[in-house]
């Protein structure tokens, strides 16, 4: 991990909501991989006092490009402190055919950066959209992704979801972060009901806590595994849901 | 600039550098080692440590607050033997004094935890810190404990809110040394689930409030050395608690934030400036590495139209 | 909703909004009359009040902090006689009740206080600031000094270092109210003289501290109603004082960047609350007055090449 | 008083320091005058905390000037919150041929906003300039300006002092911000020796104090005078420096 500094090189709106960035960035931070993250600064000033956290959703031509909420105002030119690399990338499987990505009631940000990775690797990826996220626009995705739309009740369930969770070989889930665990508790609790062992390696939870140091220091993103604790921000962001305590 | 910052005369701690991160901020040592020299602080001051292990806190544990943070983290451990067998080499391989914050709990806690400490060279102090909501004869009952226990000094962590009241009856009690203080507790409403959270508060404003007990302390506490800790956000921070009389400080959770802030700290008070136009060390600084990029684009290799 | 602040039985004051600006932040009920709608506040509390004139303070008098200000007044005022001469006519007029801060500094000024403050009617109540510094007994002393003497009800504002210590004691002594707390006093150092300035530290920073010793004396005091005061910035730090327990909150700093912070916590709490989009009352909103300058920038009228 | 939007029209280097910025206002700030001010707030957040005191430097086809730095950064179209108008107008006498300005060590633009008000009434202007205000570049003042620079040591001294203070009708002097009080005190003995009985409303100070609320509620600016105490945010920021108690 290294603190460096990043410029914004190109702004660009993609969809209804988001604006894509473009950042040149240390070299150090070009062997990010899908599920790393970085830890931005965007003042000088104390408020606000924590970093935020970003989920690159692609490294372009050596360039970071990350996604942000368009409400949110950059410049071009304008230099960001960044912390990073943060976690570790996703353990994905070495024969891998088929990925279903989750987002439930939060943007699927975190889990973008897979897309490029996975499809020029060959293997299909589908993102399903629950809840909240039902409105985020895909229309700047690769139209090789299969995106299912959740139900209208904002349940963890859309039209084809026993085949998509049955043909897939691992499955990246991310919630809404208030109360993760016991959303991460309903999620793994459904996939139960449809199928009835829940494999190893196969059902992932990407968490979002807030990081204060990113680096192990502050132990405020500690979790219970069942081989003992865990930090999200080093050796997550993405667990083994059948493997973390969630009560 | 060595500078003794215990009063226990048989195994003082003698420090280089009148800096330490505070408990909690900085892990074991085995974190910031790739951002900073470590090797440049006075001591290092691990994560709080109980006798049997501690989980971690469940639910919201990081409140984001107006120019600071509450954080909760239950202070998780693995208890005080594991703790021990994972970090014994690390420490002992640490060119800088190791203080292990204990967490007082009860006296018998104190008392067995203690006797194992002493066995272990590689550790220098112990910083004991008390409950806040810990009476000043409890304090004292349990400070006690630990002082008639062991042979390494002990070094006792306030709570800010009744700092006054406590300080004078555990240095009375035998304590080598007082860290005034931990960082105070609070209560905010968490923004996503909109639940009341209870932590403790890091933020610059925490610095005047702390800095003032530290004044007033100062000149009713007698032979007994005081490390300032509260709100450390800048050099002038740290050296304002040197000013009021503190032998030492404590940074806290500016090492998330800015982590080679410490560094920057600990060459300051150590007399290794930092050159003021880059804030690169001396012994760092190259001809034109004050083109950060911000610079580049003022002399006008502006990507804007 | 009608709420009563104090236990005073004979001459309770009674509140239509729980909420009041903090001594020290509003002057004595003449400013910010331009700006919001006084009478929608529950109650005004005056700038501090001595029996003798004070001197404002000399030197730096206002240190910037991250997220706050540390500010050091003096206390000034003309005395008790001229304050009363010069305001009388003011509060006579006022709809809502006045309630006089009286710096509590000896007994025998106290005495004099509010034997006078009796003779006037436009007074509903006294609250007695306490000294930062003072110990549970001087307190005690003072506040049954001013209990028995007089007839409005006394609410106390208690120091936030002491708030636990202190608080059941004057309770017990017969307050009729208290005021957790009074903003913490701090240290900083003034940037233009490099001169440390021992003052008041106002920011939201302090309302996670301050609430959390609400948070904790509500379950200990019985029959005392508390008004919480501390770092109040928004509607929801308003309403958490409540949540935790409060009868009614003061609000501080806010006033001085935002005066009409004051109006909306007041409508908010009073129940006529604000419309979301524009920021503007019921009584006062019409089509289109949500186009602030941002918004008309928005909408295209950009100023931007 | 009233809280009202202000937005940035139009953004001009004038100086080597410094910049001039357009505000479009409320109307009812159109009524300002030389001596009196703004604050301004232009952040959402709570740092910094304090709104700042923006002295204007002119009032030009219904839109306010300010002058400020060009290391700090503005955008045309930036809306910032303002409170005002703040404080009293300078009060110059009826009569008046000649005012003197002097700024010591700060910046002059308290005073600045004199200049074209006094022009324009055909009443003469010499500004002096000491101490670190020796740097302060006049290139953008009107040419009938006067100009004094400071002498090398930065005293309060340069060279027509004698004649400039004995032709002004009325002086007006602000000082370097560190300690005021005891500036303003060497100030006003230096003009004593120079002139023996100093006459009323003819030396006035131009106070710079930190306003937390500018309204006359917190009181941290009150100064004491032969009659009493008053609050620079509302009487000031002049005062007639024989009638202030400066220790
Ligand atoms: C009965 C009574 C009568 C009083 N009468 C008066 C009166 O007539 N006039 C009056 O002005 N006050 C009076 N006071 C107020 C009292 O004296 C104040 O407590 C005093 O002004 C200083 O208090 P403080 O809380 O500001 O102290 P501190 O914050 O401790 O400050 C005291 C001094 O120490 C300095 N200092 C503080 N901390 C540090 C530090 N860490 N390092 C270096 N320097 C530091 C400060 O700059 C300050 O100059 C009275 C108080 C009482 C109880
Ligand atoms: C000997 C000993 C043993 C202990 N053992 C354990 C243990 O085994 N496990 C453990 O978790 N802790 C343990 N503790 C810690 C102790 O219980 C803590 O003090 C406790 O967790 C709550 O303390 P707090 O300071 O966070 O309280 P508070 O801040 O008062 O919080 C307590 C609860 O009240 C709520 N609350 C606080 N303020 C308000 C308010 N203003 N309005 C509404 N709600 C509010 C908070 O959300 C919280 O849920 C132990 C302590 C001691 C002394
Ligand atoms: C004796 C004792 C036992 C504790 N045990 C636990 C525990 O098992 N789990 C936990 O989350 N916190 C435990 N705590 C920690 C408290 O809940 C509280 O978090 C701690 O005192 C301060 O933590 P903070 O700085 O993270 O807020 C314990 C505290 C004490 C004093
Ligand atoms: C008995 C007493 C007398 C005081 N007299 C003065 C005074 O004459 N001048 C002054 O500047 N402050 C005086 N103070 C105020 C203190 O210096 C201090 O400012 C005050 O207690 C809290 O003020 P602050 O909130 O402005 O920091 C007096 C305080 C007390 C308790
Ligand atoms: S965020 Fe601090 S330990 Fe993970
Ligand atoms: S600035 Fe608050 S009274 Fe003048």
Sequence with gaps: ?247 | MSVEITRNTKNAITIQTPMMPAAGTFGFGDVYRDIIKVDLLGAIVTSPVTYEPWHPATGTKVVPLDSGVLVHTGLPNPGLHKTLKTYRNLWSMMPIPVILHLVATTAEQIRKSITRIDEEECIAGIELGLNDDISAQEAVKLVETAVKRGEKPVLVRLPMLDAYEIAEAVADAGADALIISAPPRGTARDPKTGKLVSGRVYSPIVKPMVLRVVGQLMRRLKEIPVIGAGGIHTLQDARDYLEAGATAVQVDSVAWIQPDMLEKIARDLGGKSVTKETGAFPDEWYPGMGDTEREKRRRGESFKE
């Design chain 1, 1 to 247: 991990m290294k603190e460096t500094q990043a410029v914004i090189e190109r702004i660009k709106q993609v969809n209804l909501g988001y604006q894509r960035i473009e950042l040149s960035v240390d070299e150090s931070l070009l062997q990010i991989k899908p599920g790393q993250s970085i830890l931005a600064r965007l003042t000088e000033t104390w408020d606000p006092y924590l970093r935020q956290q970003w989920f690159p959703v692609n490294l372009l031509n050596g360039k970071l490009i990350v996604e942000r909420p368009l409400s949110e105002t950059y410049e071009i030119g304008q230099v960001i402190h960044v912390l990073g690399i943060i976690g570790q990338p996703f353990r994905f499987r070495k024969t891998l055919r088929n990925v279903l990505l989750v987002a439930y009631d939060t943007p699927p940000i975190p889990l973008l950066m897979t897309i490029p990775w996975l499809l020029a690797n060959k293997v299909s990826v589908t993102i399903a959209l629950l809840g909240v996220a039902t409105s985020y626009d895909t229309q700047h995705l690769p139209p090789e992704v299969e995106v299912e739309l959740g139900n209208n009740e904002g349940e963890f369930l859309w039209q084809n979801q026993v085949m998509t969770l049955g043909w897939a070989d691992q499955v990246f889930v991310t919630v809404g972060p208030d109360n993760e665990f016991s959303r991460f508790a309903n999620v793994i609790e459904r996939v139960r009901e449809l199928r009835h062992d829940v494999p190893r390696h196969y059902l992932f939870g990407v968490f979002q806590q807030l990081l204060p140091c990113g680096a192990g220091a502050c132990h405020s993103c500690m979790i219970r595994t069942d081989e003992g604790t865990a930090l999200i921000c080093l050796e997550g962001p993405a667990f083994d849901l059948t493997q973390v305590i969630l009560r």
